[in-house]
Structures are given as structure tokens and as C-alpha cells.
């Protein structure tokens, strides 16, 4: 079974510049969780789906970043423009559906760099 | 004061010891509790979840909970070199979201 998939795994842009980032979840799990991690810093959370709802983005930064997951399946984020504070590696996690002490598996991250 | 704190390390053990790492966490309704490890340039991979007060073992393993002082606690026995990694502490408020909520990570030394 494939795990969940990131795209790409790193990315450098110029500030000022548009970066999408796209997590392909495990199938059929219905919550899609977007983290990112600055360096030295926690991993904090930006924002969660269930199937194609926005549950919760209490934690994106501002209004730079927009997340989608058209169909439930995929999720994308977009980084528009881009500052330099976006730098860090951006996470996306899947879980099964309404389950409390259900793990939540990651994908290998996308290293985002802002020159 | 921040929902989950851990101490960011490193720490550095010999190997064969007792590796102990500690998270506390302020919401006192938190309902489950999560020990990540992180590889330096990988994903997090689940090692354990707790969510009742006590010890939960799983071979080297053994998480620790204590509702009552807000406190959970990886036990590692007999610490390897390949354990050092980055160990992050992930918590399950109240409130029914079910999103994990993460501490900054120790990160843990294990030297020959």
C-alpha cells in the first residue's frame, strides 16, 4: 500500500514568487493535515480536511496560503507570493476517518526554500 | 506557556542506557497521546500512543502517562545508536478535531 506521497521534496523560489505543493494521502483516509516545520521550531499545524471540508485552518499563517483538496483525494497548497518566512519543510499527514488514537501517517516532507 | 513542551536536547546517552524523554502539555482534557520519531531529513513514524495513566511497553519501549501532572514520558532500554533521531511528543486535545498537536521534538544522541 502506498504511503502518503509529496510533491516535490524540495523547491527553491524567489520571494515574490508561486509555489504549489501537492500531498497525495493514503487512500480512503478522509482527514489530510497539512504541518510545517521552521527550522529549530516545532512542527505547528496549518490546517486539517475532512474528505474535500476545510475542518479546521486556524493555524495558516495568512491569506498568502490557500489549501484545496477538490474530490476528497489530493490536497494542494499554494504559496502565493512567497516570503522568505516561508521557508521550512511543509508536512502533509493522513488518517482514517473519526478515530482519537489513530496514528497519523506522514509523508516525507517538501523542503521549501525562499531566496 | 505553550501546549506541548519538550526539552529540545540534545540528549546524549551511552548506548545500553536508559534513554528518558519527557513531554508535558497544557490542556487537561487532552485524550491521546502520540511518540513520533524523526530521522534527520525523513518523515515522522509512530513509535507509540498512550491514552490511559500508566505504563504502556512495547519491546525497548515504554510510554508513561500522568493525567493528573500533565506529563507523558518515552522510555528507551537498552538505547542504540540507530535510536538517534529526533523524538516528537504529539497530543489529542478535547474538542473532537482529533488533530495532533506537537511538541518541538529532543532530540537524542546515542553514542558507541
Not at chain 2, 36 to 63: C, H, V, W
Request: proline share 5%; hydrophobic share 30%.
Amino acid at each position: 500500500e502506498a504511503g502518503v506521497t509529496q510533491f516535490p521534496s524540495h523547491s527553491v523560489i524567489e520571494k515574490g514568487q508561486t509555489v504549489t505543493l501537492r500531498c497525495d494521502p493514503i487512500s480512503g483516509h478522509d482527514n489530510l493535515y497539512w504541518y510545517r516545520r521552521v527550522m529549530g521550531k516545532e512542527i505547528k499545524f496549518l490546517l486539517h480536511f475532512v474528505k474535500e471540508s476545510k475542518q479546521d485552518e486556524s493555524g495558516m499563517p495568512n491569506n498568502r496560503f490557500l489549501a484545496e483538496r477538490t474530490g476528497g483525494t489530493y490536497s494542494t497548497l499554494k504559496v502565493q507570493p512567497a516570503e522568505l518566512e516561508d521557508s521550512g519543510v511543509y508536512f502533509c499527514a493522513s488518517s482514517p476517518p473519526g478515530q482519537m488514537n489513530t496514528e497519523a501517517f506522514f509523508g516525507q516532507g517538501t523542503r521549501l526554500t525562499v531566496v | 506557556q505553550k501546549e506541548v513542551e519538550q526539552n529540545s536536547g540534545p540528549l546524549s546517552v551511552p548506548e545500553g542506557a536508559i534513554a528518558s524523554l519527557n513531554c508535558t502539555y497544557s490542556d487537561r482534557g487532552s485524550q491521546s497521546f502520540f511518540w513520533y520519531r524523526q530521522y534527520s531529513g525523513k518523515s515522522p513514524e509512530l513509535i507509540m500512543f498512550i491514552y490511559s495513566n500508566g505504563d504502556k511497553e512495547d519491546g525497548r519501549f515504554t510510554a508513561q502517562l500522568n493525567k493528573a501532572s500533565q506529563y507523558v514520558s518515552l522510555l528507551i532500554r537498552d538505547s542504540q545508536p540507530s535510536d538517534s533521531a529526533t523524538y516528537l511528543c504529539a497530543v489529542i486535545r478535547s474538542g473532537g478535531s482529533y488533530i495532533p498537536t506537537f511538541g518541538r521534538g529532543t532530540s537524542l544522541i546515542v553514542h558507541p
